[in-house]
Every structure is written in C-alpha cells, then in structure tokens.
C-alpha cells in the first residue's frame, strides 16, 4: 500500500464479534434467534411494536455488559493519529467505536443509543428502555421507535459516503458479509474511483472477489497490524 492519504474503512459485525455481540445473522440465519423480518423492517414495527421495541431494548442493555476490544482501539488510534482524511463508517449499531474513542465516525444504520421520532424525524439519544408510544420531545408526538434503519429503509448519510469512497486512495472493509446493501457495493465504488481496497475478514465475504487483497483471521489481530503498518 503507497501513496495513501484520504481513507475510507467499514465495519461489520464481525469487529464487534470478539467483544461477546452476537453478529446480525448467525449461521442459523437469526439474529438473537428473532428472524429479521420479525424484528428489523417497517412491517414488523407496525404488527407487532412491543416485541420490536423490547429487541432493541434487549440489544441496548448488552452493550453494559461488553467492551470495545483491539480492533477498535486500533482504529481509535489511527484516527487520532492519521494526518489525512479519514472515514469510519460503520453497520453495527453499538457504540464501541465511540467507547475506543474513534471521532471521525458514521453510523449508515443507525445506533441503539437513540431514539428516532416517526413524526418530525428528530433524534434524540436514548439509554433507557424506549416502549412503544414514548412522546417526542421536539414535537409531542407519541412517535419514537428504535432509531435503527430498518430493511427497506435508506441507510444515513449516503451522500457523505460516496463522496468519501470517491476520494479514497485506500478503501478497507473489516468483518463484514458483503451480502448486505448498499454497503456491500462500497468496494466496487472504491475500485472505480482507483482506490486501492483490502478486505480484513474471519473468512472470504460474498464480496471477496471485488477486494486487490483479502486477509483472513481474528480482527483484533488483522486490524491492529494494518493500522501499524499504516502509522509505520
């Protein structure tokens, strides 16, 4: 890797696996053994709101119990020391970038430490259990949900995204299935652009392919090797 000045880097499930989060769909194809069109679509919030909400009061409570690990304390580290642009932009819904104390950071799905009002789509953040019908500060609505992009839903921040991958000289993708879009097109957007684009993964995505290099193995070892060779 040479010439590396303005980075983009996703993360997926797979970073926050070692820290105890169960990834978005286990092998048994479930999530926290809910299948997602139960718990993470539009659909499912209207039919059935209590078992939607208490999912992702279930989810918030877990991140007391766990701890950002190496993986993201390394990126944490290259973000305070990278002199460049740089981009993290993540799928996971959990704070631990945050708590490793990366800045320069997206949330494209949404994040469980808030609440997003269905009426005025103010978002506010939220710690405590959110049951269906809790009133909306901005606006008085009875309207908050879970702020987590649901399927069907666009992702946040997309315009800023591609912007970014459009400059990138390096694109990293880290524990990600590459069968979830758009990210998953994120790399071919990075190798028309000319950037350079590396897959750090437990095993080969869907997406392997598309990557100049693939490497394989525990993202609390892979990533804190690259950001080394990065800072140099």
Same mark, same amino acid.
């Given at each position: 890797?040479?010439? =590396? *000045?303005?980075?983009?880097?996703?993360?997926?499930?797979? =970073?926050?696996? +070692?820290?105890?989060?169960?990834? &978005?769909?286990?092998?048994?194809?479930?999530? +926290?053994?809910?299948?997602?069109?139960?718990?993470?679509?539009? !659909?499912? /919030?209207?039919?059935?709101?209590?078992?939607?909400?208490? &999912? *992702?009061? !279930?989810?918030?409570?877990?991140?007391? #119990?766990? #701890?950002?690990?190496?993986?993201?304390?390394? @990126?944490?580290?290259?973000?305070?020391? %990278?002199?460049?642009?740089?981009?993290?932009?993540?799928?996971?819904?959990?704070?631990?970038? +945050?708590?490793?104390?990366?800045?320069? @950071?997206?949330?494209?799905?949404?994040?469980?430490?808030?609440?997003?009002?269905?009426?005025?789509?103010?978002?506010?953040? %939220?710690?405590?259990?959110?049951?269906?019908?809790?009133?909306?500060?901005?606006? $008085?609505?009875?309207?908050?949900?879970?702020?987590?992009?649901? &399927?069907?839903?666009?992702? *946040?921040?997309? !315009?800023?995204?591609?912007?970014?991958?459009?400059?990138?000289? /390096? &694109?990293?993708?880290?524990?990600?299935?590459?069968?979830?879009?758009?990210?998953?097109?994120?790399?071919? @957007?990075?190798?028309?652009?000319?950037?350079?684009?590396?897959?750090?993964?437990?095993?080969?995505?869907?997406?392997?392919?598309?990557?100049?290099?693939?490497? @394989? $193995?525990?993202?609390? !070892?892979?990533?804190?090797?690259?950001?080394?060779?990065?800072?140099?």
């Amino acid at each position: 890797m040479t010439d =590396i *000045y303005n980075i983009v880097i996703l993360t997926g499930a797979g =970073i926050s696996a +070692e820290s105890g989060l169960a990834t &978005f769909r286990g092998p048994d194809g479930l999530w +926290e053994g809910h299948r997602v069109e139960d718990v993470c679509t539009p !659909e499912a /919030l209207a039919r059935d709101p209590v078992l939607v909400h208490r &999912f *992702y009061d !279930e989810r918030r409570a877990k991140l007391a #119990q766990v #701890q950002p690990n190496a993986a993201h304390q390394a @990126l944490a580290a290259l973000d305070a020391a %990278w002199s460049g642009e740089l981009m993290i932009v993540t799928q996971n819904v959990d704070d631990l970038h +945050e708590r490793a104390g990366a800045r320069r @950071l997206i949330h494209m799905h949404g994040e469980l430490k808030s609440a997003l009002c269905a009426g005025c789509g103010k978002a506010v953040g %939220w710690a405590d259990p959110l049951p269906p019908g809790s009133v909306c500060g901005g606006c $008085g609505q009875h309207a908050l949900r879970p702020d987590i992009v649901f &399927f069907g839903e666009m992702p *946040y921040h997309m !315009e800023a995204i591609d912007a970014a991958i459009s400059d990138a000289d /390096l &694109f990293v993708s880290i524990g990600t299935s590459g069968a979830v879009y758009p990210a998953a097109g994120f790399v071919q @957007l990075a190798r028309h652009a000319g950037a350079q684009t590396l897959e750090l993964n437990l095993d080969p995505s869907a997406g392997s392919s598309y990557f100049d290099e693939t490497r @394989l $193995g525990p993202a609390s !070892e892979l990533v804190p090797a690259l950001v080394r060779d990065l800072l140099g």
